[in-house]
């Protein structure tokens, strides 16, 4: 019972694969899009008018420093380290 189902479905799969295939010649080519080389526009004739728009007011809300403890930390012995390696030039 196994291999009549087993050859069915192979037999089944033989002649779907075969329905796919196309006889006949058939040429497919890529598509071809073609663009203008350069668009020039030129405004050198054009008068352009208005006037400048800006506010009359402004107003910029600065906050205080913040209170932040500074990171750089100052040694005590600098200039006697300073004057040893003066020495070992």
Same mark, same amino acid.
């Given at each position: +019972?196994?291999?009549?189902? /087993? =050859?069915?479905?192979? =037999?089944? +799969?033989?002649? =779907? &694969?075969?329905?796919? =295939?196309?006889? &006949?010649?058939?040429?497919?080519? !890529? %598509?071809?899009? @073609?663009? @203008?080389?350069?668009?020039?526009? %030129?405004?050198?004739?054009?008068?352009?008018? &208005?006037?400048?728009?800006? !506010?009359?007011?402004?107003?910029?809300?600065?906050?205080?420093?913040? !209170?932040?403890?500074?990171?750089?930390?100052?040694?005590?012995?600098?200039? !006697?380290? /300073?004057?040893?390696?003066?020495?070992? /030039?």
């Amino acid at each position: +019972m196994k291999r009549l189902v /087993l =050859a069915s479905v192979l =037999a089944s +799969m033989g002649l =779907a &694969g075969s329905a796919f =295939a196309q006889s &006949g010649d058939v040429v497919r080519e !890529p %598509d071809q899009v @073609k663009y @203008k080389g350069v668009t020039v526009i %030129d405004i050198s004739s054009l008068t352009i008018q &208005g006037e400048l728009v800006r !506010p009359d007011n402004s107003y910029v809300h600065v906050r205080g420093k913040a !209170p932040f403890k500074s990171l750089i930390r100052y040694r005590s012995g600098f200039l !006697p380290e /300073l004057g040893k390696s003066v020495d070992s /030039l």
